[in-house]
């Protein structure tokens, strides 16, 4: 049973440049959630995606958006990068998009900003 | 809007003592909360949640945290540290229609032999 895999696993930008990451669910799982953790800290959450639409999304800048694609893999796509943007980018897939319900999570995308 | 407080960025026992980390939350209707672990380099891997019922949660690895509404926590414990438990502990909070979590700093727990 094939858990949540992130691509790729580590990756160096510049100031300026455009990224963007993938992420394929869990299988049987539906609904496709961005976080972005920083250096020490929790986990933020970016957005979230369900029958290809972007249901919630958190305190993120409109640089930050995203994709579901027919078979629930998605990609996050973050323009003019900035420093701050360096951080560990984690997904994490669902069974609907109801509450309570728990994600379980892929190892995430390790992005340098230089 | 929902939130999570972690009591303690670092907490260290002896292997073989009791493990607590303290979370306390803040939701505006009744919450659904979880724990997850994360070692090095590694995403997060779910301990256990509570959502309704029962207010002791079990959990894998020999976790359990208990709800108590009048005090808006929701502590991890384990009566016997081992080694492998040294990791990064995180609380987490989400309510209503939402499935976007919140998360608190994080525990990170050591283990001395």
């Known amino acids: 049973d094939a858990g949540v895999t992130q691509s790729p696993t580590h990756l160096i930008k510049t100031r300026g440049q455009q990224v963007t990451l993938r992420c394929s669910p869990k299988s049987g799982h539906d609904t496709v959630s961005w976080y972005q953790q920083a250096l020490g800290q929790g986990p933020q959450f970016i957005f979230q995606?369900?029958?290809?639409?972007?249901?919630q999304r958190g305190n993120f800048p409109d640089r930050f958006s995203g994709h579901q694609f027919p078979n629930y893999s998605s990609e996050l796509n973050v323009n003019a990068l900035l420093l701050g943007d360096s951080a560990l980018y984690l997904c994490?897939?669902?069974?609907?998009?109801?509450?309570?319900?728990?994600?379980?999570f892929g190892d995430g995308t390790r992005l340098s900003i230089l | 809007a929902q939130s999570v407080t972690q009591l303690g960025s670092h907490v260290s026992v002896s292997e073989g003592a009791l493990v607590l980390l303290r979370c306390n939350y803040s939701?505006?209707?009744?919450?659904?909360l979880f724990w997850y672990v994360q070692y090095p380099n590694q995403g997060l891997q779910l301990l256990l949640k509570?959502?309704?019922?029962?207010?002791l949660v079990k959990g894998i690895n020999g976790f359990e945290a208990e709800f108590k509404k009048s005090e808006t926590s929701f502590h991890l414990t384990k009566p016997s540290a081992h080694m492998s438990d040294a990791a990064e502990y995180f609380c987490?909070?989400?309510?209503?229609?939402?499935?976007?979590?919140?998360f608190g700093a994080g525990t990170r727990l050591t283990v001395k032999p």
């Open positions: 509570y959502t309704t019922g029962a207010t």
């Open positions: 939701s505006s209707v009744p919450p659904y």
């Open positions: 995606y369900y029958e290809e639409e972007e249901r």
């Open positions: 994490a897939s669902s069974l609907g998009s109801g509450p309570g319900q728990p994600q379980h």
């Open positions: 987490a909070v989400s309510e209503g229609n939402n499935n976007d979590m919140r």
